[in-house]
């Protein structure tokens, strides 16, 4: 479904500030497999599913999604086979227009958008129904503007919109880190549901140690623009969220380990 | 009497434009000054045109298309060339007043023995009435203005109507919703640098088309026409929605209208009464400057007040 070869990206090359987010990842998808992402702040997770999802260009390497090479494609022809949850629930919605329009223009992602009604009759019933579905008592206020709406129930809005036309891949940034608790617990329980029924190739990335555990069917960890650990089968499922706080932990002693001996080197030789 | 019909004629023609900056100022949140020059564009084109002979509604429409390919040219240069998008109009409004000066042949065209859509109008009414003025409430009123206001009026409700149910299509809520969250959008596979263009283009058209009416109206299209319209445009689009109010889609073209017409109307009232129409625009500038910072500081004392009670 979603092959990733070597790609690597670095953002403001060749100045002070240079950042080398992604060096090189290989990553192959199952068509159906739920992969959890996780990884420390500037790991590099995010900026992987901006690279899938052609937010940015890569440097090197190649992304082949769904039979189609797409490294050359713009974000808005890759968003064919993507749906998208981002981690504000503002990005995903439009604040000025009604939940009706929002989630017709969900209807249309990757089709032409002609001169017909944006919201013919007949497709108010199919929408009431979908937003009964999200149990949140939405479906009575469908011409209400999103910008009424709290963030938990933008962003279970905003997952409808991306799995209303079945996506190849959804790609889920932490869209519930900006929720509080019982809002992202609805929210979740949203996203099993739909990735289920559907059974959708999904990657998710996660600060969450428990939605890290408890979801998806493989596990991979990112460190320094690099997957560090792939955990599948029997190994993803046996994984405690003490297991991954141990790896992290790893992690951090290789690191202070790193700038311990160069600090050692510096007084050497410096 | 007749002042107040050409108000309200004026500002009929004129609400086009501020559909126009309605469009890219609000629906696209794009500070579009390419408006002062396809105004000028529109008029001159059309004026070439009518003095050459060809069929007035086709004159206008050509000066409506010269109007949307300005319109497009600036959001090129944002999109594509990666301008910013207040430069990106005020280039294309520069290079418009050579273009214009090159279409006109001189700074100023008169349509005065030339049939255009104001004499087709008298024509019909003549037509109708076999008179050359009619009687209302006691008031003597030409039959050439009351027929060139009623087109006017036909004009705007036909443009305001496609207007709003276009915004109501797949295409027209995918340009809406651009202008509110173009990251979604890219999401949702819309190329919005595309859409931008074709949003500048339409809000030029109707600009265009503004101009191409108003010369056949006002009889001249002149080289500097253009000046100020955008600030113009705005303050009708202000009005309008202090008025209307922006609860529901068909309120919005409704309030650019109804904004453009009393805002002129307003002006007539005050040229009557002895404003100098050298400080004009001056007084549209120094309104639509009240009109955009008074709100928020009227929230801010209301705010502070709050504070002090607390």
Known sequence: MLEARAIAKTFHGGTANEVRALRGVDLELEAGSFVIVIGMNGSGKSTLLNAVAGTFFVDSGTIRLAGHDVTGWPEHKRARFIGRVFQNPFSGTAADMSIAENLALAARRGKVRGLSWALPRRFRGTLQECVRSLGMGLEDRLDNAIGSLS?????????????????????????????????????IRLSEEVIARDRLTTLMVTHSMQQATALGDRLIMMYQGRVLHDFRGAEKQRLRPEDLLARFEEVRRTEQLDESAANMLRRMYV | MSLLVGAWTV??????????????????????????????????????????????????????VAGAIAGALTGVLHTKFGINGLLSGIIVMTALYSVNLRIMGQ??????????????????????????SIAILS??????????????????????????????????TAMRSTGDNDQMMRALGVNVGNMLILGLALA????????ALL???????????????????LASVIIGEALVGTQQLGYVVVAAVMGSVLFR????????????PNDLKLITAGFVFAALVLPNAVKGLRSAGGRQHA
């Open chain 2, 139 to 172: 008031w003597s009123l030409a039959v050439r203005d009351a027929l060139t206001l009623l087109l006017s009026v036909v004009t705007i409700v036909l443009i305001g109507t496609s207007l709003y149910l276009f915004l109501r299509t797949h295409l027209g």
């Open chain 2, 107 to 132: 700074s100023n065209i008169p349509l005065l023995n030339v049939p255009t859509l104001a004499t087709d109008a008298e024509h019909l009414g003549r037509a109708l009435f076999g008179v050359e």
């Open chain 2, 204 to 211: 030029n058209g109707l600009v265009g088309l503004s101009g």
């Open chain 1, 151 to 187: 963030g938990g129930q933008r962003q279970a809005l905003t997952l409808l919109m991306a799995t209303w036309v079945k996506p190849e891949l959804l790609l889920l940034d932490e869209h519930t880190a900006a929720l509080d608790p019982k809002s992202a617990e609805q929210v």
């Open chain 2, 11 to 64: 500002g009929l023609i004129l609400s086009l434009l501020a559909l126009g900056v309605f469009i890219s100022f609000r629906v696209f949140k794009f500070p579009d000054i390419t408006t002062e020059g396809s105004i000028t564009v529109g008029a001159a084109t059309a004026a070439v045109l009518l003095v050459k002979g060809v069929p007035a509604p086709l004159a206008t429409i050509a000066g409506a």
């Open chain 2, 265 to 276: 109307l307003l002006v007539a009232v005050a040229l009557r009464a002895g404003l100098s």
């Open chain 2, 215 to 233: 010369a056949q109206y006002q009889g001249f299209a002149d080289v500097q026409m253009g000046i100020g319209m955008v600030v113009w445009g």
